[in-house]
């Protein structure tokens, strides 16, 4: 008896097994007491018969309520697993719907989260671990600044990113703040501010308007997306290393260093998408996508170590001229720097971390602002307005357009605000990875544990009713100007794009000036068409690119006054 109550027990605290194995024991008590219960006297035969009646009527009762309790509570499970894109099944966890949707998993999650109340946590159980996702404001302002140490990048990020060895992004704890601060100091000088925005400049002066004035008077169509990598490339290339590769002239050459990047970025969203132990084996053994990156990451090292080879043997000659602004000449001539026995290793490591954040990240924004432009004549007319003013005061060049300064563009209310717009729709880095280190509870009450992996969707964080109100959807750049004509502003835990807490961007002002530069001589100079029918999307990419590239036609503007002046 004392067994059988504590059987009774455990089952009550488990009601859906209940009636199962309640009736169970009792059918096989009933069935292998026959012999005893011909020896017994009919009073203790009745008094069980009686015994087993009412173990019946109680199993029933059980099986009732719990009928009722499910056909309760099976709407709200419904409604809560009915996520376009996603759905939780047994075992498997969300494995099926993410291989059915992985063309359109950004809109996928992004549903999920408007229904979920912006967070949501996905499980693998057989293979051990869970995923957070998450697009809630004050979940992020706890993962990325209250509770910032919980939360480091982890050991896995950096092993998938092993191109930037142990440089600034793949880093946690005291290496990642000493790498920080060195790089503040440089990266925050007047000097490479100058350099930054005399770099830009130039760069548009004598590539991007030269290239876009031929696709428009060869009147060919051109992909623009590819255009503003290649100038980003070239342009991340001197700020970093001092050094133009020239990527973006007529013709569009092949530079070999460009391609084992692209290559090497590949094999980084490709492992984000397989299990860690397939690609590991895939590395040891050298082959598919991991034979591919292993050469592209040979290339791009032999071509940052004789770069870093080549300025320090031009340093060493006797009254070398030590007055270039890029990072790695300042990283060479810093003395601290210097007197690392790892010296090289800690310059190659950061000058790449530097490269890979600078090149994507503007090329991608610089792609999305030009689309979204061309496809708002409202946004485009307002922009011209602003620019007009300037335009009337800058020299026109022999082919007859005007480029402009960052100086000139840095107080254009506008301009900065429909950049920001198009940030907020499309962040360069879609999605922020973290790893939990101990266990915590989020504002939103959700607990997560040792080992969880959490996603922010930035992507995902600009298209919530909640976060952004009902037309989250539009790219309204009046959304960032106050009623009295000023820049709103905007938490960095609710606008993304250059990050939030002690990991905000360090090139938030450098990406500012280049796109602002970039996107004001574009606009003045030519009108921007997508060709008919091309579909713009984005890629399943550890950056926001588009799919398809971005297809357009480029003409030489002409009568811009009497454009501006239409109501």
């Keep these: 008896m004392h067994l059988h109550a504590q059987h009774v027990r455990f089952t009550a605290s488990h009601l859906p097994c209940v009636p199962v194995l309640h009736l169970h024991h009792v059918l096989h008590a ?19 018969d009686w015994l087993f ?17 499910y056909r309760a509570v099976k709407p709200e499970k419904t409604r809560r697993r009915r996520y376009p894109g996603l759905t939780q099944w047994p075992i498997v966890g969300v494995i099926p719907a993410i291989v059915s949707n992985i063309h359109r998993i950004f809109e996928g999650v992004t549903g999920m989260l408007a229904l979920s109340g912006l967070n949501y946590q996905c499980r693998f159980w057989f293979a051990g671990f869970r995923y957070f996702i ?71 002066e004598q590539s991007v308007l030269p290239f876009l004035a031929h696709a428009a008077d060869s009147d060919t169509t051109c992909d623009l997306q590819d255009v503003f990598t290649r100038w980003s490339f070239d342009t991340t290339c001197n700020l970093v290393f001092g050094v133009d590769p020239g990527c ?12 084992a990047m692209d290559d090497v970025l590949r094999t980084v969203f490709v492992r984000h998408i397989m299990p860690v132990t397939c690609w590991k084996v895939m590395r040891r053994l050298d082959v598919g996508h991991e034979r591919k990156n292993a050469a592209a990451r040979r290339t791009a090292d032999e071509f940052v170590a004789a770069t870093i080879a080549s300025r320090r043997a031009a340093y060493n000659k006797q009254g070398a001229d030590k007055s270039a602004a890029d990072l790695l000449s300042s990283f060479i001539c810093d003395e601290e720097i210097a007197r690392d026995p790892d010296a090289d290793v800690y310059i190659r490591d950061m000058t790449m ?32 307005e602003e620019l007009a003013p300037i335009a009337a005061r800058r020299p026109v060049g022999p082919d007859g357009m005007v480029a402009f300064e960052a100086g000139e563009l840095k107080n254009l209310l506008y301009l900065h605000a429909a950049v920001c717009e198009c940030l907020r729709l499309y962040p360069s880095l879609p999605v922020e990875t973290k790893a939990v280190a101990a ?23 600009g298209r919530m009713k909640r976060v952004w109100g009902a037309d989250c959807r539009e790219f309204r750049p009046e959304r960032w ?62 950056i926001l690119h588009m799919k398809n590239g971005l297809l357009v036609r480029v003409k030489r503007r002409s009568g811009i006054p009497a454009m501006i002046g239409k109501q």
């Design 30 to 48: 009933r069935m292998s007491s026959g012999a005893l219960l011909s020896a017994m006297d009919m009073g203790m035969g009745m008094g069980m």
């Design 53 to 69: 009646v009412l173990q019946l009527l109680m199993s029933a009762v059980c099986l009732l309520v719990l009928l009722l309790r």
């Design 134 to 204: 998450t697009c809630d404001p004050a979940n992020v302002r706890h993962i990325f600044t209250s509770n910032f140490e919980n939360y480091p990048k982890g050991d896995v990020f950096a092993q998938m990113f092993d191109i930037l060895g142990g440089g600034i992004f793949n880093s946690d704890g005291e290496r990642w703040r000493s790498q920080r601060t060195k790089a503040q100091m440089l990266m925050t000088t007047p000097r490479y501010r100058a350099f930054v925005a005399q770099s830009s400049l130039d760069k548009v």
């Design 248 to 259: 973006l002239a007529i013709g569009l050459p092949d530079v070999p260093f460009a391609r």
């Design 353 to 384: 971390n530097l490269l890979v954040a600078g090149r994507d990240a503007t090329s991608s924004a610089l792609s999305w602002f030009s689309y979204l432009i061309a496809t708002n004549p409202r946004v485009e007319k307002r922009l011209l």
């Design 439 to 461: 266990h915590d509870v989020l504002p939103s009450g959700h607990e997560v544990r040792p080992g969880d992996k959490i996603l922010v969707f930035n992507y995902s964080m």
């Design 481 to 542: 100007i106050s009623e009295d004509g000023k820049l709103r502003y905007v938490p960095s835990n609710k606008f993304v794009a250059f990050n939030s807490g002690p990991r905000t961007c360090l090139g938030k002002e450098m990406v500012l000036v280049q796109m602002k530069v970039t996107v004001a001589a574009v606009a003045w100079n030519f009108a921007v068409e997508v060709v008919p029918g091309h579909v713009v999307e984005p890629k399943l990419s550890i």
